[in-house]
């Protein structure tokens, strides 16, 4: 592969020197003196370089997890895609079917042999009683067979995806009920689908137990309402969501196959469960459950099948190095309890289980191979927790840490320790985070000017913008991407407009991504690109969910995410209080209203500008901005006591902030 080589004209100090001086700027002619990088989707002499580099020390022809991901195979779904209502594409079936052979230059090898793995799509036999539904989501369905149905555990993120997941089931093996369902933990990934396989009407009228892990129903709205809009507009970089499926783009996240589109809904579970060795009997199968919250997620399960001798691990100990701090945003989680909770799990169950499935990737069979994979995820979680520490308290910054903390010498063999979705760099420094906070002890930094002043600045210090891409055309030439990604980055936050920094600093930001193992950092660097060379879309603000998943969410939790988009400044007259008599749930919701914040409480007061009497549906459609309030009074389902302008008083204070808003560019 060709090395791109360019050169520059000489800058302008005369130029550079008036702006550090703040005197008016000469005019800006660094897009014409700069040259244009290389084109887009090609991988330089470097990149080509290094993932060889990557192919000749590691054993990518070892075929057993090749073997284990294609084991038990019994159908597939023959369409093309799985469809919405609206006949949209939810997921395109043959996406990846590009994974085969030796991987391109533009892509990290270790990488492509992970995402031909989780490529692989269709219903699985695991053992008796036990099946798989692989590929078609970024999760695993898996299927039990109790005395009178199905018991579900993790119905994937979109119904959509959950539907065709359980036809392609009832096709294959023969028609059955749902009989009970499960969720391993309180990412959106392993309840979003429920009802896809189950309705509540169903749930209520036949008693099937819907169980999750304690402080499940706080997380999962949390997580995706009141912090929603951010982690959705991260996730669109994480999981290349704006990008196609091909060998100069997206290959799979490295967890799973990759995000569908689709509904995202939330049916409550009925009961939370926590406890260690826990027990339940569901449709005549045994499950001991085992608490793992503060792990992988706030709150998670695993557990044990004593009758089938097998141990579920939830996404506690998956084929993967997982997130410490994922890219999208979450709360960041301890790697030393992780490593304890599945000590644990080895110590009780390890001698007692012939089988280990999780809720992605393929099972492990055979338990001396599930004691050897147990301890793999074990040692990983506590390698990066006390390397990262034990630095740390000898005086390294967040970052040196990182940088100094070599590959564990059992990763090169363990391909499930590997990062193919975190990143041993990126998880020591969720480790120090965790510990320290975000701030490095430098005083410097505990005060730092905005990115975009501070680019300015920098900018004018190195001698003007020609310079600096100057510098950074050099580092990029050599080969020093991540160097390069930082000199342009200053360039464009210290000007947006400049076309030439953009498409450079999107140059960079590709080599990048074709050398990651993760497929998460491959994805966020090269829809980064992506964003830097097309226009964002137009319109998309944000909403507090969709009907599906609002309906299943506690009142009070909903009116805790209103809260969090509240503007005082747009609060048109003094401090009052609202009252809400929902009339379908039974509940009343005291809202005051103040200054400068909102406070919901699950109470009546006499001392309210006005009571609105309406149904929680209602008020969800009010939210969603699918109704109106002068409609809903018109139609009878809302009725206002007191001060009639007091509910718009309060829903015009409601920030609706953009979706599309810029990351990658200020």
């Keep these: 592969m060709r090395l791109f080589t360019a050169g520059m004209m000489a800058m302008s100090m005369i130029a550079a020197c008036s702006q550090a001086a703040g005197s008016e700027p000469a005019e800006d002619t660094s897009e014409a003196r700069t040259p244009a990088p290389p084109q887009a989707g090609t991988a330089t002499e470097a990149t080509s370089e290094a993932n060889a580099s990557v192919a000749a020390r590691l054993p990518l022809d070892d075929q057993d997890d090749y073997k284990d991901a294609a084991r038990g195979f019994l159908a597939a779904i023959e369409a093309e895609a799985i469809l919405g209502e609206d006949g949209s594409v939810v997921w395109s079936v043959p996406q990846f079917d590009f994974i085969a052979g030796e991987a391109p230059d533009t892509v990290n090898p270790s990488l492509w042999r992970q995402s031909g793995l989780t490529a692989k799509h269709g219903l699985f036999e695991v053992a008796d009683g036990i099946w798989q539904v692989r590929g078609y989501d970024l999760s695993v369905m898996s299927i039990i067979e109790g005395e009178a149905g199905w018991i579900i555990v993790d119905p994937l993120t979109v119904r959509e995806t959950a539907a065709a997941g359980l036809k392609l089931v009832n096709d294959t093996l023969g028609e059955r009920p749902v009989t009970g369902v499960l969720y391993t933990h309180s990412h959106a990934d392993h309840f979003g689908g429920a009802r896809g396989v189950i309705s509540e009407e169903e749930i209520e009228s036949r008693n099937v137990p819907v169980l999750a892990p304690e402080g499940f129903t706080e997380n999962a709205v949390a997580e995706n309402l009141i912090a929603g809009n951010l982690m959705s507009r991260r996730a669109v970089l994480m999981f290349g969501r704006t990008i196609p499926s091909s060998e100069t783009a997206n290959v799979g996240t490295g967890l799973g196959a990759g995000l569908p589109q689709g509904t995202t809904g939330l049916v409550l579970p009925t009961e939370e469960i926590g406890g260690w060795g826990t027990r339940r009997v569901i449709d005549g199968v045994t499950f001991e459950f085992m608490d793992a919250g503060g792990t992988e997620a706030p709150a998670e399960f695993m557990f044990y099948l004593p009758e089938k001798r097998a141990l579920c691990t939830a996404e506690v100990a998956t084929a993967t190095f997982h997130n410490v701090l994922t890219p999208r945003g979450a709360k960041v989680r301890d790697t030393l309890k992780w490593s304890r909770v599945i000590d644990r799990a080895l110590a009780d169950y390890g001698d007692r289980a012939d089988l280990m499935f999780a809720s992605h990737h393929w099972p492990t069979w055979g338990t001396e191979n599930v004691q050897t994979f147990l301890r793999g995820q074990r040692d990983i979680y506590r390698y990066v927790h006390d390397q990262t520490l034990r630095r740390a308290n000898a005086g390294a910054t967040m970052t040196e840490a990182a940088e100094t903390i070599p590959e564990p010498s059992f990763s090169q063999d363990d391909f499930a320790t590997r990062g193919y979705y975190g990143t041993l760099n990126h998880n020591a420094k969720a480790v120090y985070q965790f510990y320290y906070g975000w701030w490095s002890g430098v005083p410097a930094d505990y005060n730092a000017l905005p990115r975009e002043e501070t680019a300015r600045r920098y900018v004018a210090a190195m001698g003007g913008m020609d310079a600096v891409l100057e510098r950074a055309i050099g580092a990029f030439d050599s080969g020093d991407y991540r160097w390069a990604?930082?000199?342009?980055?200053?360039?464009?936050?210290?000007?947006?407009?400049?076309?030439?920094?953009?498409?450079?600093?999107?140059a960079s930001y590709e080599q990048l991504g074709f050398q990651a193992e993760s497929g998460a950092w491959r994805s966020y660097y090269l829809t980064a690109a992506h964003e830097l060379r097309t226009p964002l879309p137009e319109g998309g603000t944000a909403t507090a969910g969709n009907a599906d998943f609002l309906k299943a969410v506690p009142t009070l939790d909903l009116f805790d995410a209103l809260a969090s988009r509240y503007d005082p400044d747009k609060l048109s007259r003094d401090p009052f209080t609202l009252v809400f008599d929902f009339t379908d749930t039974g509940e009343t919701l005291s809202l005051e209203i103040g200054q400068d914040v909102i406070v919901p409480r699950l109470a009546d007061t006499e001392d309210a500008a006005a009571r609105l009497r309406l149904s929680r549906t209602d008020f969800n459609a009010l939210i969603l901005r699918e109704a109106n309030v002068p409609a809903l009074v018109g139609s009878g389902r809302l009725a206002i006591e007191g001060e009639t302008a007091a509910a718009?008083?309060?829903?015009?204070?409601?920030?609706?902030?953009?979706?599309?808003?810029?990351?990658?560019?200020?």
């Design 485 to 506: 990604a930082e000199l342009f980055n200053q360039a464009v936050f210290s000007d947006p407009g400049n076309e030439r920094a953009k498409s450079w600093l999107a």
């Design 648 to 666: 718009g008083a309060f829903l015009t204070t409601l920030d609706t902030p953009d979706f599309w808003f810029n990351v990658v560019t200020p």
